[in-house]
T-cell receptor, first 112, second 111 residues
Framework: DADVTQTPRNRITKTGKRIMLECSQT?????MYWYRQDPGLGLRLIYY???????NKGEISDGYSVSRQAQAKFSLSLESAIPNQTALYFC???????????FGPGTRLTVL | ELKVEQNPLFLSMQEGKNYTIYCNYS?????LYWYRQDPGKSLESLFV?????AVKQEGRLMASLDTKARLSTLHITAAVHDLSATYFC???????????FGTGTKLQVIP
């Protein structure tokens, strides 16, 4: 079984809808991250969490919110989706030692 | 604000050739990562470079870090088609508070 899972894997929605992307991990890592990937722009950090009680904004947090329900779960919400939020979204985890990040398979989100 | 630049952005090379991908970053950091992404797939960790002068090698790939020059290189030796992918470097700053990725280098190895 995959160590980092994301649901859904693909989602098409309409402008103005609320969307939640979920991430679960079995690696036992405290640190979790949400990124979005756009062609030619690499990965950009949306939010990160170093433990259940710690939530931090990344470089592009506007229009997004997160919830860390447990050590193993980190959800990303788009309160009112807009077309420029169409992207590939990745969840990642890391441990305290090396900070090497382990990525989930990604969620492809399309906002019409 | 930390800037991370990779070059080239796109590289097409023949099998058997050598080449180097460069990763420059703008502020002090002593921790740098290289990742690989296959088309339509997620990212996979290749190397973690933790100090000035660090060198890591795995197969045909070798990564190095020069913190004084704020430069990391990923050297490809005798490229093979299976190395075709997009390679990202990522730099940690602010006491591990933030990881910034480069824009990626898309490598195409032609048989």
């Amino acid at each position: 079984d995959a160590d980092v899972t994301q649901t859904p894997r693909n989602r098409i929605t309409k402008t103005g809808k609320r969307i939640m992307l979920e991430c679960s991990q079995t690696k036992g890592h405290d640190r979790m991250y949400w990124y979005r990937q756009d062609p030619g722009l690499g990965l950009r950090l949306i939010y990160y969490s170093f433990d259940v009680k710690d939530i931090n904004k990344g470089e592009i947090s506007d229009g997004y919110s997160v919830s860390r329900q447990a050590q193993a779960k980190f959800s990303l919400s788009l309160e009112s989706a807009i077309p420029n939020q169409t992207a590939l979204y990745f969840c990642a985890t890391s441990d305290w030692g090396t900070d090497t990040q382990y990525f989930g398979p990604g969620t492809r989100l399309t906002v019409l | 604000e930390l800037k991370v630049e990779q070059n080239p952005l796109f590289l097409s090379m023949q099998e058997g050739k050598n080449y180097t991908i460069y990763c420059n970053y703008s502020t002090t950091s002593d921790r740098l990562y290289w990742y690989r992404q296959d088309p339509g797939k997620s990212l996979e960790s290749l190397f973690v470079l933790l100090s000035n002068g660090a060198v890591k090698q795995e197969g045909r790939l070798m990564a190095s870090l020069d913190t004084k020059a704020r430069l990391s290189t990923l050297h490809i030796t005798a490229a093979v088609h299976d190395l075709s992918a997009t390679y990202f470097c990522a730099v940690v700053s602010g006491g591990y508070q933030k990881v910034t990725f480069g824009t990626g280098t898309k490598l195409q190895v032609i048989p």
